[in-house]
Structures are given as C-alpha cells and as structure tokens.
C-alpha cells in the first residue's frame, strides 16, 4: 500500500477536491447547512437509491419541515410517508432521534452528540458533522472503501474490524481540515460516477496515473469483500377479509421484519376460515437483504367477522391509506 501525504498538499485529495468541483451531483440538501434537512438525507439514503431517496426527502421536508415538526408527528404518520423505502427500523429511529433532538433543545452540533441520536452510527455522524458543522471527520462507506482499496492497492477484506480501523485512519489523513463536506461529498460522488463497483470509468479518471488497481490489473477484483450471508426463504399466507365494507389488520411487534407496520390477517390455513375464499395468486417473490419471501394471498368475502386473535382491529377498508403497510400488502392490494 502507499503511504499518502497529509491533506490538502496529497495529490489524491486535491484530485478528488478539482473532480468534485467539475462534477459534483447538484442534491436539494446540497443547497443547504441545516442540520435537519441533511440529517434526514443520511438517514433516507441509508439502503436506498438517491434517484428513489430524493422523492421522499422532499415529501417528508413537506410534510415536516422542521424537527419539531417530525417530533410531534405520531409513528404512523411517519411510517405512512417512509412506506415504501423498506428497512422501516430507519424511519422507527427517525422518529425517535427527533424526539431526543426536540429534548436536547436542538441539532448536537459535535460528532459524540450526533453519533448518540437513534439510528446514527460513524459514517452518519461524520456526514452530517462535515457538511453541517464544517467538521474535520471522514466519511467511510462503500463508494470509500472501494475507491481506497483500489487506488492505494489495500487488500484486507473489508466488512471487518481490521478493515474499518485502516481505511478509517487513511481517508482521515487525507481528509483536509479546511473543507471537509466537499471532500466527504466528493468521495461518495467519485465512487459512485467514476470508481462505481463494475465499468469503472478508467480511461478518463483524473487519479488514473498513480491508481494501483489499475496499474497491477485488479480493479475488479478490489475491495476484497467478505462472503455474503446466505438467503433464506420464508412462507407467508395472507387473506384479506372484507366484511360488509370493513377489513381486519394488526401491527406487526418487535422482533421480526416490518415492526410497527400494519398487514392483513396472517395464517397457515386459509381454508380453515370457511366462507367464500378467493385465491389472489401463489408465490409471489418479494426479496429482502437477507431474506426471500413467498406470498400467497387470498380474498375472504363473508358478511360475519370470523373469530381472530385479539390484535387484529376492523376499520372501514376507505381508510387503508391512514395506515402504513409493507410493501408486501401492497402488492396484495393491487391484486384485489
């Protein structure tokens, strides 16, 4: 591995500083320094596209504008707008970070006091303290750990401890003390347009000359990564009951997928319902990070409520949109 110099005198930080300036994305909370509204982009982007991310940050400025605003909101109005981006402990979080910030009596304006809201681990600590605190503290996700590993030849497999200690220490020695946010937002973009995961834009990358991936042909082949986990499948059957323009759901509890989020009548045995049971459709794939479901859904019409566990609630079916639901109760939706 190569050992950089210090800041901004490093070739590689002012290449990344001039490549930044000349191709930076143009994002709505780009164009701002409150903590707020970049807080809520960290937190949105987590796990999501920016192209699917930006639609929600503008709706959730919209419909919260200011933390306060997010505080006082109930957590089904949270998850109804989050509903959607998935990982919906992100938006449980959300919620409750702001809550401590409303307690704090404001944005924690240092990197401990960030890093301790709900949901906020190292990387999001360092964003968000960067761009809106001018902090001196590197990002290291993804796009970093892949831009590092190649241009400096690093080969220690990232996704452990050993790995974020070194490529930790190395992106803050190259971090320049003066303007940090552009250099953070600079690494993201750079990993993300020119040293993206396959294709990389070799040919006209301003750091292509002293990049050792390229020099020692193993751009694909770094960042070494660890062996993903495996998939496991799971089953779920759900029926729809509709009696007499009225529907049951219960809110998933803690411990499992989709806490707090609202779905029909969960069961093992559809036909054990009796009345009139209307197959939707079988198998219907919904994969999560770890984990792939099968659906089948079912329509019960019945014009009396079958007996069920005493979480499950009747509301008129014209209040369904109220609820925040898993994307997965959707597709049911859209079957009926």
Known sequence: MQNPMMSRNNPFTEGILRWYAENGRDLPWRRTRDPYAIWLSEII????RIAQGTAYWQRFMETFPTVEDLASASEDQVLRLWQGLGYYSRARNLHAAAR?????GG??????????LKGVGDYTAA??????????AAVVDGNVYRVLA???GISTVVGTTAAKKEFTSLAQSLLPMEDPAAFNQGMMDFGALQCTPASPRCMDCPLAAACDALRTGRT???PIKKEAAAVRERRITYVYIRCQEQTAIHRRGPGDIWQGLWEPYVCERPEDLGGNLIPLA???KHQLTHRTLLADFYLLETEKRPSLPGDYIWIPEAELDRYGKPRLFEHLLERL
């Not at 982007?45 to 999501?48: E, F, R, S, Y």
């Not at 944005?107 to 890093?115: A, D, H, K, S």
């Open 127 to 136: 964003a968000i303290g960067s761009i809106a605190f001018g902090l001196p």
């Open 107 to 116: 944005f924690p304006q240092t990197l401990e006091g960030i890093r301790s």
């Open 100 to 104: 401590q910030i409303v307690d704090q």
């Open 45 to 48: 982007l987590q796990q999501t």
């Open 220 to 222: 694909e082949l770094l």
């Open 282 to 284: 079988s198998g219907v």
């Open 150 to 152: 190649r241009h400096f």
